[in-house]
């Protein structure tokens, strides 16, 4: 009975969190990713493996569902010429990384398409609900952007799926309950 409620209360919360980003598209990528954090939350809290073998392949078309959200946002809402493409080509790349390893199974695939898109979207939606007006003023600033929000996103990868760290269970053990 705990693995059903726990698989729905997932898909559940996977599921609707992303209709938050259509009317607080900054908030609302907040949400998500803390909704992208609940599946492992959930499962450890209530102590079962609903998702088991699957939960790669599982957690991975979840984020691309919510990250299409993004993409539509940025590419249909966003005022701004140069971060409308960039966030378009950076989605492109992350949705055809996780294609190509749900195909391929080679995890190196996340380093070269690794998710730069969601901290680009979260940097841009946040400038723009601080000021509406904000645009990126040339293609220098974009890469300098580009850089800055996508080194960390390229060594969260690293760790996560190239070294395949547990990095929830590293959270949980070593930092939320450390003694």
């Known amino acids: 009975m705990s693995e059903w409620i726990a698989l729905m209360?997932?898909?559940?919360?996977?599921?609707?969190?992303?209709?938050?980003?259509?009317?607080?598209?900054?908030?609302g990528a907040?949400?998500?990713?803390?909704?992208?954090?609940?599946?492992?939350?959930?499962?450890?809290?209530?102590?079962?493996d609903v998702l088991g073998g699957s939960y790669h392949s599982f957690d991975k078309a979840f984020d691309i569902y919510y990250l299409s959200f993004e993409a539509w946002l940025a590419?249909?809402?966003?005022?701004?010429?140069?971060?409308r493409p960039a966030a378009m080509a950076l989605f492109l790349a992350r949705l055809t990384a996780a294609v190509a390893f749900e195909v391929t199974?080679?995890?190196?695939?996340?380093?070269?398409?690794?998710?730069?898109?969601?901290?680009?979207?979260?940097?841009?939606?946040?400038?723009?609900?601080?000021?509406?007006?904000?645009?990126?003023k040339d293609r220098a600033q974009l890469a300098l952007i580009?850089?800055?929000?996508?080194?960390p996103k390229l060594l969260q990868e690293y760790?996560?799926?190239?070294r395949e760290a547990q990095t929830w269970r590293f959270v949980t053990r070593r930092i939320l309950t450390p003694w």
């Open 146 to 151: 580009l850089v800055l929000v996508g080194a």
């Open 105 to 136: 199974h080679v995890r190196a695939l996340f380093l070269v398409g690794a998710n730069v898109f969601e901290n680009f979207y979260v940097y841009t939606a946040g400038r723009l609900e601080i000021d509406p007006a904000y645009r990126i």
């Open 75 to 83: 590419w249909f809402r966003w005022p701004d010429p140069l971060a």
């Open 30 to 48: 907040l949400l998500c990713i803390a909704g992208d954090a609940s599946d492992s939350a959930i499962q450890d809290l209530m102590g079962v």
């Open 9 to 27: 209360l997932i898909i559940g919360i996977r599921g609707l969190v992303p209709f938050t980003l259509l009317r607080w598209p900054f908030w």
């Open 159 to 162: 760790v996560m799926h190239y």
